[in-house]
């Protein structure tokens, strides 16, 4: 059974500092790429950060410089640290993991983790 899992989230102050992880099981971790979204209250899921099997990384433009993807593949767990936080920063994020096999997609997400910046 494939389980993926984000934990780390909270309330934080602007300009402090959170470290979301990602655990997964019930699948090959090392050969999947896995990506962080995020989603802002009545807004769509975007994009924040990628890192592949091979340890390439893509960040957003609006978090590059702050967070940080990073993965172990001997836990099977893949991290965002987020420096700097900006209030814009605030909403659920959300873990993929994904895979193409034979011209087949295979994706699995988490339920995702609250992350709220404010005073």
């Known amino acids: 059974q494939v389980q993926v899992t984000e934990s780390g989230g909270g309330l934080v102050q602007p300009g402090g500092s959170l470290r979301l992880s990602c655990a997964a099981s019930?699948?090959?971790?090392?050969?999947?790429?896995m990506t962080w979204y995020r989603q802002h209250p009545g807004k769509d899921r975007e994009l924040v950060a990628t890192?592949?099997?091979?340890?390439?990384?893509m960040y957003t433009d609006s978090v590059k410089g702050r967070f940080t993807i990073s993965r172990d593949n001997t836990k099977n767990t893949v991290y965002l640290q987020m420096n700097s936080l900006k209030p814009e920063d605030t909403g659920v994020y959300y873990c993929?993991?994904?895979?193409?096999?034979?011209?087949?997609?295979?994706?699995?997400w988490g339920q995702g983790t609250q992350v709220t910046v404010s005073s």
């Open positions: 993929k993991a994904f895979k193409r096999i034979l011209g087949k997609d295979y994706e699995f």
């Open positions: 019930g699948f090959p971790f090392s050969i999947a790429d």
């Open positions: 890192i592949t099997s091979g340890g390439s990384t």
